[in-house]
């Protein structure tokens, strides 16, 4: 009966709590996994100098909040920057980690060990352990596999031009999710020219910034096809 009662408790929560079955995936195996004094709140509006804006998912423990946003495959890249931009700068979250939706589905367990790797002190030892040790695993697999059962010598397919074996070797299915980035962006010196554009242009409109970012990049480098291989490192 406690287990009939449990599920019935988690179906009416998984109800209201999220948007979207990705969502719901991670932040259930979340919630399962946190350490003493970490909370998990989701559905989080926070204020900002460019609006209200809605994380998906906020870990909470004494002197740290990460956010955590689970984007689609519509999500806009560069809108998304600035909304990381202002939620960081007005101290609503100290890092904001992105996670495709995809990765949910394919790799859920190499997205939790990238999260554990990054915030080790947000859930229990064992569960990051145990994460870590499985996405290991599953790097070496496909490792092997790939080099006893694919020939090195094999051409590219498909628009990144990987090989067979290296888009095996390196697909989400086959390692811890690198967070680095995300926390870069996040940090001072990764907000700084940002935030200058910001005071520089006056804007706090997330999508009147992205067009005036892009139109400043293209007018500094007009043969670069990639709008967002920006030279400030983002």
């Not at 002197?63 to 609503?92: M, N, P, Y």
């Not at 996670?99 to 949910?104: E, G, R």
């Not at 064992?126 to 499985?134: G, L, N, T």
């Not at 010196?189 to 005036?212: I, W």
Request: a negative charge; charged letters at 30%.
């Amino acid at each position: 009966m406690e287990h009939i009662s449990a599920a019935i408790a988690r179906l009416a929560r998984t109800q209201t709590a999220y948007e979207s079955d990705p969502e719901e995936a991670l932040g259930e195996r979340l919630r399962d996994s946190l350490a003493p004094g970490v909370q998990l709140t989701t559905q989080v509006w926070v204020d900002t100098e460019a609006g209200p804006f809605r994380l998906d998912l906020l870990l909470t423990r004494p002197g740290r909040r990460v956010a955590i946003e689970v984007d689609g495959q519509h999500h806009d890249l560069g809108r998304d920057r600035w909304r990381t931009v202002f939620i960081v700068s007005a101290g609503k979250a100290d890092v904001v980690y992105r996670v495709p939706a995809v990765f949910v589905y394919s790799n859920l367990i190499g997205v939790l060990a990238g999260l554990a790797r990054v915030e080790p002190q947000c859930f229990k030892r064992e569960q990051r352990d145990r994460w870590c040790e499985v996405a290991q695993a599953r790097w070496e697999q496909s490792d092997s596999e790939s080099s006893n059962e694919i020939p090195d010598d094999c051409e590219g397919s498909g628009e990144d031009s990987w090989s067979p074996k290296e888009g095996w070797r390196f697909s989400s299915r086959a390692f811890a999710m690198n967070f680095r980035g995300d926390i870069y962006e996040c940090s001072a010196r990764g907000l700084e020219p940002y935030l200058d554009f910001v005071r520089t242009t006056g804007l706090r409109d997330v999508d009147l910034l992205k067009q005036a970012w892009e139109r400043r990049y293209r007018a500094h480098a007009p043969s670069h096809a990639d709008t967002f291989a920006d030279p400030l490192s983002w």
